[in-house]
């Protein structure tokens, strides 16, 4: 089965399930290198299948689905089932086919349904009720899908009691064999019970998180669910996704990754050049032009941040201690040094000879704080919560309660220091 389904029927799996993936809302508000990163993660999971439970793209026009099916064939590791979420009409239908259909494998059932426009439809209601009669023989596990949750007690973002009393009166009678009902739209991961059945809302697929409370981590992530089988039941996971893995390491990835690193060297050197300038356009009585380039500035910040994303270079705080403490040691006991030989080498030029002097002064500080930051984490604490000053001349970091009378890489005094907020 290609790993994009387009759903022209029920579908019957010849299989046992041993896990399935369940995630909601990729692309609701566009795809950009985080979101992409966090949905290829979840869909290149190992699984039975994946379900995406709805706003696949930010609207349902070829465009967007486009860009949603070129993920999965890039990315995903099992067929993908999906169900239509508000954001993705009108074009659903004619894109993946079927808004309402079951999944048979084994003794378990998956019942997917569409409420996009918040309402169960005749449609959805006759499907429920078909699957629940003509596939109750040797089923003994019943998940069922759409995309609008419930009313709940954590968010108003749901349907009417009235519309889910039309698929819970059907659902209450085989509520032993309910293992539990899935939705996304909401931003965010929490369970409850409704009629005795359990909800789980899961939508931190990769769009933007909502501002509602995660109730399976200390505070909202991208996440997807993870059933698993285990023996006779199943368990329920939440598993939290942190994008910045490897790259792809296909052929041609290696080529990809220079040029990943390569863009990434220059918009950090253009987000420091506007910088520069727009402080000098200040300086030359042009607060037009300086924030023009202040806002030149701030689009390549965002393109660097982009770039280091898309070379997996951003992990978690544990790796990324250990990568900045070896780039700092490399600056400081090796690169700088050659630098300022060179440099002064060059009688002339003093400007460089200062510029690597003052640098390599203030990695050295840098390792050393990074160094015990990591020791910090490493025996299970908190990195303590400290005060640092930089010099506004130099780039001089200092820890303490106030600045240095004088900065112990350039000279300057305490004035030229800022607080880092």
């Not at 999971?45 to 486009?66: K, N, S, T």
């Not at 993870?226 to 199943?234: M, N, T």
């Not at 015990?372 to 303490?400: D, I, K, N, W």
């Amino acid at each position: 089965m290609p790993v994009r389904a387009y759903v022209a029927d029920n579908v019957i799996l010849d299989k046992d399930l041993t896990g399935f993936t369940i995630s909601g809302d990729p692309g609701c508000d566009g795809y950009n290198v985080e979101s992409v990163a966090v949905f290829e993660e979840i869909v290149g999971q190992r699984a039975d299948f994946h379900l995406v439970l709805g706003d696949l793209v930010p609207a349902g026009h070829e465009r967007w689905f486009r860009q949603f099916e070129d993920i999965l064939d890039r990315a995903a590791s099992a067929p993908v089932f999906c169900l239509a979420g508000n954001h993705d009409l009108p074009g659903y239908a004619g894109r993946l086919g079927r808004e309402n259909y079951f999944i048979r494998a084994g003794d378990t059932l998956t019942v997917v349904l569409d409420n996009s426009r918040r309402e169960f439809g005749k449609a959805a209601v006759d499907l429920l009720r078909e699957a629940l009669d003509s596939q109750s023989g040797g089923v003994e596990h019943i998940f069922v899908a759409f995309h609008v949750p419930p009313p709940n007690g954590i968010s108003k973002n749901s349907i009417s009691r009235a519309e889910w009393d039309k698929v819970s009166d059907l659902l209450i009678p085989h509520r032993a064999r309910v293992r539990a009902i899935f939705a996304g739209h909401v931003h965010s991961a929490f369970s409850f019970e409704l009629d005795s059945l359990p909800v789980v809302v899961t939508g931190g697929g990769g769009a933007r998180l909502d501002p509602v409370d995660n109730g399976y981590f200390d505070r909202n992530r991208h996440h997807y669910m993870l059933a698993s089988r285990e023996g006779g039941s199943w368990r329920l996971a939440a598993k939290a996704v942190f994008p910045g893995g490897a790259p792809a390491t296909e052929a041609g990835a290696a080529e990809v990754a220079a040029a990943l690193a390569e863009s990434f060297s220059g918009e950090c050197r253009a987000h420091e050049r506007y910088r520069a300038y727009a402080e000098r356009a200040l300086l030359l009585g042009q607060p037009g032009l300086a924030k023009l380039f202040r806002a030149a500035a701030d689009s390549e910040r965002h393109h660097a941040a982009n770039m280091l994303l898309a070379l997996g270079e951003i992990g978690d705080n544990a790796r990324n201690l250990a990568d900045s403490i070896r780039r700092e040691e490399d600056e400081w006991r090796r690169e700088y040094v050659r630098h300022l030989e060179a440099a002064r080498r060059l009688k002339a030029d003093g400007r460089a000879a200062t510029a690597f002097d003052c640098a390599m002064r203030a990695e050295k500080v840098h390792h050393a704080m990074l160094t015990a930051a990591l020791a910090s984490l490493e025996q299970g604490g908190m990195v303590p919560e400290r005060r640092y000053f930089t010099c506004t001349r130099c780039g001089f970091t200092h820890e303490g309660n106030a600045p240095p009378p004088v900065c112990p890489a350039c000279g300057t005094d305490d004035k030229r220091f800022a607080e880092v907020e």
